[in-house]
């Protein structure tokens, strides 16, 4: 191939609006250098909110998990759902880092690293909602499969069980991939910086030269990792949704659950990553990398999973009616219309009717609204969560049995701890790794060619 | 950090190129006159230049994979199997060999095994981490530059210096000895 | 507990025998020999439980129980199936004592009220003051509750030597009817009701499942009258103003309005006397009684009243009541009118007796109303309490408050401090029924015994009413004959034995009897006494015209005992103080019960705060809407409002006493409950009702199906199976992998039923299942208080029982399917109780992820709690919603001495367990143990649960349902069986649920 057509081929590509392999190295890197004061506000608030997180925790375990509001019937609340809810916010890390890059999306290379930033982040909040969520966190290490002194091991049938290998699977594949990924980059922090941070980033980037071999090899197991990373992407969620699936509890127990899961999943993940793409732009002055073609291309994949989310609720309603069964029936009526119809509603108005104007190309090219679709995404996802495990439980086959669950403080004060301890690690990410890959950010700006100089000249 | 590996009798040349097309071209002319010892940096996965460069082909690495994913999904599905047996416990009126169970366990392991084998075949196929001091390397080369480097035998390495600098490197720097690649 | 002494050494102290006098507490330092029902007394076995055949004294009823003691300390209470009169039942304030005897707050030494309150003083400065005091203080008077006859005779010699009085005053003491008695037929006692002959039941609101007379007994009868038997069963119909617990076990109900009893049943005593029916001197003013005007007094159809005449002419029909939640100003007026009734219709002698000798625990109930009136003109000297709290269950216009704190020394015992206890100048600490000795005569023919389960607890300082009272006489110079009450109780026996003995047939080495009546609890004799088999005439002029009800508006003010706490005596026991109301299913706070129609016309809601104000009083208290009242009466149960009863107790509802006027029956002198109108107005406050009520209707769940008893035998077994998914066949997973089909049938013969060898582990086991037979349960949730008794279940406290964290592993539910307070028609309300239904195909076990939940060999659902993390997913799996979970410590915050009660063969639950039933899973074990070493297998109903060894009704069944012989497989057999939700979700679960039968037909013909 000539350079000429190299060239080419390259100009067909989204190119971000920057020219060079330096203006690469310059506009990533400089994010790293010294923190200005908004950035100090927000670790404040951060550091204070996982202050709010780690006491509610240690007072739950202090008191008993009867701090929280859960009661009988209702057994998992708010813990649970926004466990779910941070599994499927991971989702889209992957998604975009690994899916899109076995299907060769050209538009991932801007947002793929903070999203699998978001992904590790988001695996590592939803990770210790088990461990919350458990009457008894101190003996929690049960659940993973070690011999104890009587062979007594996990139960394999349950799908708990399953959740420890998923999630534990999930964190590991995903941070391996996230770090991986990250050590050319390392390197060229490595190259720039000075003193301290140099020390660190020798460390932590391996010796990456940048060999041929380095490359080579690493292109490979990046693609392995890959492939392997998409069906455990895939399959993640559904063991998460099979928590419920695999539970007869009339609103649970349906085959659609996983698909429908993975979705949502993937739609809310989009969800956040626009929420957080939007303001790291501006901060960051990274406008040239985060264009407005990649915002409308994340925008039409949550148009695609709203429309599958949408379908899925419509399939539930359908079937519960057409099971004819009463406790099915019963379920669902009470979802819409029962006490806590106004979650279920806010559910579908979130996730249903709102991404419906991304239909229209002025809003997905319109970085404002985007903003704004996406908090609705985010709260209507967690409703989501909460609708499947709320209200079903409250409402099951026994009608003598049928009670209420309002959140406790403790519970509340969890649920936003935990947006506070994933922003913890997010700002600290933000300023300690290249948010932006710049080695695969250099695959979409066209290579220096002497040619290129000479028709310069 | 260990210091770099010197080769006694050898010269070696670090040629940073600004542009890729001279950087494949030189390694071409290298490989042509039947250099096999050198190396080429680059700041990104530049598959030009490693396919057409330097020739390339399959990495071992997806041995490492599939091994990995093999082992994982055998363990998992044996481990599940022998616990269960070991200690039979019914629970709901269910198989104490409940297949598809232990098809989801045997799954995320075959996975975990798949990912950690295969960052281990690329740890060992790529010389990762890698300790030595950098001496053949230049930072520009995660930067902007590409970059050649070639131990050659003082009897031919005035040739590699003269193939290099027909490609005008940016700069073009001399060892006495050389370094192993 | 004291600090002197560790419970170790109190152990040692019980061991050693004889050691009575080391013992704080003991008064007498006499070691009385206490007769164990099956093992020898010599000495207790660590590990082993001693039982104790006793007389339970927590009201009047006298019901036989077993103790079991462990260790020498009472754990459980069961009834005692040997008793003739209780046979085996007991209600929930039955297995309560225990809380009464571990109680907190139980005094700990004699108190003295001085300037400052009480001060403890010592118990020899407490006698030398009461001897003092009694024989300077001029006439005494003795306050008691109903007592044991010899209790009671002793409290009578030792009135009678002072120049005093012994007055009777138990609030729920039925004056009125034993007044009636008087009239009808010159003999001052109760009839004797045989409910189990009667073919045909009216209930004229007597309450006779929860507080009515012996309410054990009768849910007995009523079970063996009421339930199926091949294909037929009694007919009930319940007429009043409010469904109470037995109204809602009702077939047919009547509401009629509250004081129109003696209307109807005198037009139906004049229906039955043109029929030809004989109503003795009262014929001809029966006569003039029309069913038409009595319909028109009561607010019903006269239809409803024609049925009912029929049905009473048809023979074997009873008349109840009214009782005493229907007890007004002409209630003795009521009462005669209904054993009018029942001569009219021939009952007497046939399912209503009356004994020519009267009643031992006589005392005129309008004797508290002349000791008041005794007490107000100065007349006692001192007032000796004990037993009884006027002070709280006497209308607040009666005025014993202040006629009590007139007199100048009030001496009382009590084994706590209650409202009127606290008034007393002495207060000397009553050891506890179960630490005490006594007697009872529950029904003629039959003498029990009470003798104490075990010593008198250490931290207490208690000694019994009697020996103190025989010591306080001794000490005054009056040798009653005997140094304890021990002896006393054995003279009298004795004495008993030397002159009717050989008339009763009882003859014997006097010991050996005694003996015989202590292991057993009772001795059965001839009873001579002649019945009585005519009315007599009218000596006394009654009026049966409708009582006055006083006071403004139209909405009457039903004030009734509580099936919990009867007259308030048992709110201080957190077991009762949660189990939720057998009506309301509320538990801890007071209600005002308001029919829906009522509760919408005043623009209120269910939970809101209202003022339900009376003339006399009013009082804030939530509404609860009730289909089961009339829309032009409101009610509230007795038992809430303590203001200085204890920690439970005190603070929690609201007792209706305050709100009534002091009025009286006419004859009787017995309070009028229902005798004022009430004003309801909303306060504006609202809250949630601490109640364990999801849905009060099945929403077409069907988990309490009824077959209809004209579909019994024929069409309804294939209905049902229908109905059930009998698909034929199930396709199942198997061990190892593939299918194979399974029956859905369930039939006797099919046993071991589908599934039940399935994860069984492929051994030879037993399957232990359980069968309940709906059609005599009637909802009294004793079997929850025993549950909690023998499991170590804590109770958790408004607070949290609100949020909906109650702990009980069974819970009665109680669903609507008709009714209707607007005219006179079937009642149909289903009870379920739901426990661990122990599944084959258990949702709860493949879900916990550390195998906490997992199936024993023997079919058992078990949970290992020390394995439990507390995910909590097997709970919300759980289709019946039977798992409980400890959201804090519960156990842990049991008060000493109340966790002394605690089971030692059950486990006691931390913070973050999951736990549930284990079919007594601890007496599963003992039997096998014992049959194992035996050499033998297990006994068909040698292992019974702990619901089922109080259950009055005889409702559950417990065995091995693979043993084809055995009780339980035969049940499960039954054409009624079902599984709850089985056919759903196929769990196949170990409890067979017996259809309730209706004589009403029933939607699908049969489910």
């Known amino acids: 191939m000539t350079t000429a057509e190299l060239r080419q081929q390259r100009g067909t590509l989204p190119n971000p609006d920057v020219g060079t392999y330096e203006a690469v190295n310059r506009d990533v890197l400089k994010v790293l250098s010294r923190p200005g004061k908004g950035w100090w506000i927000l670790f404040g608030m951060a550091a204070t909110g996982v202050a709010v997180f780690l006491g509610s925790w240690f007072w739950q375990i202090y008191k008993g998990i009867g701090v929280s509001g859960l009661n009988a019937p209702v057994g998992w609340g708010v813990y649970i759902t926004t466990f779910v809810f941070w599994v499927g916010i991971a989702h889209s890390g992957t998604l975009i880092s690994a899916i899109l890059f076995l299907f060769r999306a050209p538009w991932r290379q801007a947002i793929y690293r903070a999203s699998e930033a978001m992904t590790v982040f988001a695996v590592m909040t939803a990770g210790l909602f088990p461990l919350i969520h458990v009457g008894r966190v101190w003996h929690a290490y049960w659940l993973i499969p070690y011999p104890n002194s009587r062979f007594l091991w996990p139960n394999f049938r349950s799908p708990l069980v399953w959740d420890v290998f998923a999630i534990t699977t999930y964190f590991t594949v995903s941070a391996v991939f996230f770090y991986l990924g990250t050590i050319p980059d390392l390197a060229a922090a490595r190259d720039q910086a000075r003193g301290l941070r140099k020390k660190f980033y020798q460390i932590i980037s391996l010796g990456w030269r940048g060999t041929d071999r380095e490359w080579h090899h690493f292109s490979k197991a990046y693609i392995y990792l890959a492939a392997l990373a998409t069906p455990l992407v895939l399959s993640v969620h559904s063991v998460v949704s099979w928590d419920f699936a695999m539970a007869i509890v009339p609103g649970w127990h349906t085959t659609i659950f996983a698909p429908y899961f993975v979705a949502g999943a993937i739609f809310s993940g989009v969800g956040l990553v626009i929420t957080l793409a939007v303001p790291m732009r501006k901060f960051f002055g990274l406008e040239d990398y985060l264009t407005v073609k990649h915002f409308e291309a994340m925008a039409k994949l949550c148009l695609l999973t709203s429309s599958i989310v949408l379908y899925a609720y419509l399939t539930e309603y359908f079937l519960a009616w057409y099971s004819g069964e009463p406790p099915e029936r019963g379920s669902f009526w009470n979802r819409v219309f029962g006490h806590y119809w106004w979650a279920n509603w806010i559910m579908l108005t979130c996730n249903g009717f709102v991404p419906l104007m991304l239909w229209f190309k002025r809003v997905r090219r319109s970085i404002a609204a985007l903003f704004v679709i996406s908090i609705f995404i985010n709260i209507g996802m967690w409703f989501e969560r909460f609708v499947i495990i709320v209200t079903s439980l409250s409402h099951e086959y026994e009608p003598w049995a049928w009670g209420l669950y309002r959140p406790s403080v403790v519970e509340m004060g969890i649920l936003l701890g935990s947006f506070a301890w994933f922003g913890f690690w997010f700002l600290l990410f933000t300023r300690l790794l290249p948010p932006v890959a710049i080695a695969e950010m250099k695959e979409v700006v066209p290579p220096p060619m002497r040619g290129s100089e000479e028709a310069a000249t | ?181 | 507990m004291s600090d002197g002494l560790k419970r170790r050494d109190f152990f040692k102290v019980l061991g050693a025998g004889g050691a009575g006098a080391t013992v704080a507490g003991c008064s007498t330092g006499e070691i009385e020999r206490l007769i164990p029902y099956v093992t020898p007394p010599e000495e207790i076995t660590p590990g082993v439980a001693t039982w104790y055949a006793s007389t339970c004294g927590e009201c009047s009823s006298g019901c036989g129980v077993r103790v079991r003691t462990r260790e020498g300390r009472a754990v459980m209470i069961e009834g005692n199936p040997d008793h003739p009169v209780s046979r085996g039942g007991l209600c929930s304030r039955g297995v309560s004592a225990l809380q009464g005897l571990y109680n907190p707050d139980r005094l700990a030494t004699p108190l003295r009220a001085g300037p400052n309150g009480f001060e403890p003083i010592s118990w020899d400065e407490a006698s030398t003051l009461l001897a003092e005091r009694l024989s300077a203080g001029g006439r005494p008077l003795f306050l008691t509750g109903t007592r044991g006859p010899t209790e009671q005779m002793l409290l009578g010699e030792l009135a009678g030597s002072l120049n005093g009085q012994h007055v009777i005053h138990d609030a729920l003491d039925d004056a009125a009817l034993r007044e009636a008695v008087n009239i009808a037929f010159g003999v001052s006692t109760l009839p004797r009701y045989d409910i189990a002959a009667a073919r045909f039941l009216v209930s004229f609101g007597a309450d006779f499942l929860e507080t009515w007379i012996s309410p054990v007994t009768f849910a007995a009868d009523f079970a063996s009258m009421h339930g199926v038997d091949h294909g037929e069963k009694g007919r009930f119909v319940f007429v009043g103003p409010r469904l109470s617990l037995t109204g809602q076990n009702a077939d047919e109900w009547i509401p009629a309005q509250a004081g129109s009893e003696a209307a109807i049943a005198l037009a139906l005593a004049g229906e039955l006397v043109r029929r030809g029916g004989d109503a003795g001197p009262y014929s001809d003013m029966v006569a003039r009684y029309s069913l038409e005007d009595a319909a028109e007094a009561a607010g019903v159809e006269a239809e409803a009243l024609g049925a009912l005449a029929d049905h009473f002419a048809a023979g074997d029909a009873l008349a109840l009541g009214p009782g005493l939640a229907g007890q007004h100003a002409s209630a003795t007026a009521a009462n005669l009118a209904v054993l009018i009734l029942n001569v009219a219709a021939g009952s007497l002698g046939r399912t209503m007796h009356v004994d020519a000798a009267p009643d031992t625990a006589a005392s005129a109930y309008g004797a508290i109303g002349d000791a008041i009136a005794a007490m107000e003109a100065g007349e006692y000297g001192v007032a000796v309490v004990s037993g009884t709290n006027p002070a709280y269950s006497l209308p607040s216009g009666s005025g014993f408050g202040e006629a009590f704190a007139g007199v100048p020394f009030k001496v009382a015992f009590a084994t706590a401090l209650d409202e009127t206890s606290s008034l007393a100048d002495l207060v000397l600490p009553d050891a506890h029924p179960l630490e005490s000795w006594g007697d009872s005569m529950p029904a003629p023919g039959t003498y029990a015994v009470r003798q104490p389960a075990m010593r008198p607890l250490p931290m207490f300082d208690s000694r019994p009413m009697a020996d103190v009272l025989i010591d306080t006489a001794r000490r005054m110079g009056n040798d009653l004959g005997a140094g304890t009450f021990h002896e006393y109780l054995r003279g009298a026996f004795d004495a008993w034995l030397t002159q009717n003995g050989e008339a009763a047939g009882v003859v014997g080495d006097p010991n050996a009897l005694w003996r015989t009546a202590l292991r057993t609890g009772s001795v059965s004799y001839a009873d001579a006494t002649p019945s009585i088999d005519a009315l007599q005439s009218p000596t006394t002029a009654v009026s049966f015209d409708t009582p006055d009800i006083e006071g403004d508006g139209e909405l009457t003010l039903l004030v009734y005992p509580s099936p919990r706490f009867g007259d308030g005596a048992h709110a201080n026991r957190p077991w009762l103080q949660e189990l939720p109301d057998p009506v309301s299913k509320i538990m801890w706070h007071s209600w005002v019960e308001m029919n829906p129609a009522t509760v919408e016309r005043l623009g209120l809601r269910e939970g809101d705060i209202v003022t339900v104000a009376t003339a006399a009083g009013s009082v804030e208290v939530p509404v609860w809407a009730y289909p089961g009242i009339r829309e032009d009466a409101v009610a509230i149960a007795m038992g809430g409002g303590h203001t200085d009863y204890g920690q439970y107790a005190n603070g929690n509802g609201v007792n209706p006493m305050g709100l009534l006027n002091g009025a009286t029956d006419a004859h009787s002198g017995a309070v009028a409950l229902v005798s004022t109108r009430a004003t309801v107005t909303a306060t504006g406050a609202w809250r949630r009702l601490t109640t364990n009520e999801g849905s009060e209707v099945q929403d077409d769940r069907n988990v309490t199906p009824a077959v209809a008893l004209a579909a019994l035998g024929h069409a309804a077994g294939e209905a049902d199976h229908e109905a059930e998914g009998g698909h034929g066949q199930l396709r199942e997973l198997q061990e190892g992998g593939g299918f194979r089909t399974v029956d859905t049938e369930g039939r006797a013969e099919d046993f071991p039923l589908p599934g039940s060898d399935f994860g069984t582990y492929g051994e030879d086991h037993p399957r232990w299942a359980m069968a309940m037979d709906l059609d005599k349960c009637t909802g009294c949730g004793a079997c929850i208080t025993a549950c909690q008794a023998e499991n170590n279940i804590p109770w958790v406290g408004e607070m949290q029982a609100t949020m909906g964290r109650e702990m009980h592993w069974m819970r009665l539910e109680r669903y609507y399917e008709t009714v209707d307070a607007s005219h006179s028609g079937p009642v149909d309300i289903r009870f379920l109780p739901m426990l661990c239904q122990h599944c084959n195909n258990a949702p709860c076990e493949p879900v916990c992820p550390v195998f906490a939940a997992y199936h024993t060999p023997d079919g058992l659902n078990a949970q290992a709690y020390n394995r439990c993390v507390g995910t909590r997913y097997c709970a919300n799996n759980c289709p019946y919603k039977v798992r409980v979970f400890n959201w804090y410590r519960y156990t842990r915050e049991i008060p000493e001495p109340m966790n002394w009660q605690f089971n030692p063969d059950v486990t006691v639950r931390d913070n973050g367990v999951m736990e549930k039933c284990t079919f007594c899973v601890q007496r599963i074990r003992e039997a096998g143990n014992r049959a194992a070493v035996e050499g033998r297998e297990v006994r068909d109903g040698e292992v019974y649960t702990a619901c089922q060894s109080v259950c009055p009704s005889a409702v559950i069944t417990f065995g091995n349902i693979k043993d084809h012989d055995s009780q339980v497989a035969a049940l499960a057999g039954d054409e009624r069986t079902y599984r709850v939700l089985d056919a759903l979700i196929n769990t196949q679960p170990a409890v067979h649920y017996l259809k309730k039968v209706t004589f009403h037909d029933v939607e699908g013909g049969g489910h």
């Open chain 2, 1 to 181: 950090m260990i210091p770099a590996k010197r080769r006694q009798g050898h010269r070696g040349f670090f040629a940073l190129f600004e542009h890729l097309d001279s950087t494949i071209d030189a390694c071409k002319a290298l490989r042509a006159a039947g250099h096999k010892g050198f190396r080429a940096y680059a700041p990104l996965p530049e598959h030009h230049l490693l396919e057409e460069g330097l020739a390339l082909k399959h990495s071992p690495v997806r041995v490492f994979t599939l091994a990995g994913a093999m082992t994982g999904a055998a363990t998992g599905f044996a481990f599940t199997t022998w616990t269960s047996m070991d200690w039979p416990l019914v629970t709901g009126g269910k198989p104490i060999f409940s297949i598809p169970a232990y098809v989801v366990i045997a799954f995320e392991c075959a996975i975990l095994f798949g990912a950690l084998s295969t960052v281990i075949g690329l740890f060992i196929n790529a010389g990762l981490p890698n300790l030595r001091r950098m001496v053949a390397y230049h930072p520009e080369c995660s930067n902007g530059s590409f970059g050649v480097y070639v131990t050659a035998p003082a009897a031919r390495a005035d040739t590699v210096k003269e193939i290099l600098e027909g490609f005008k490197p940016a700069e073009l720097r001399e060892d006495p000895e050389g370094f192993d690649v």
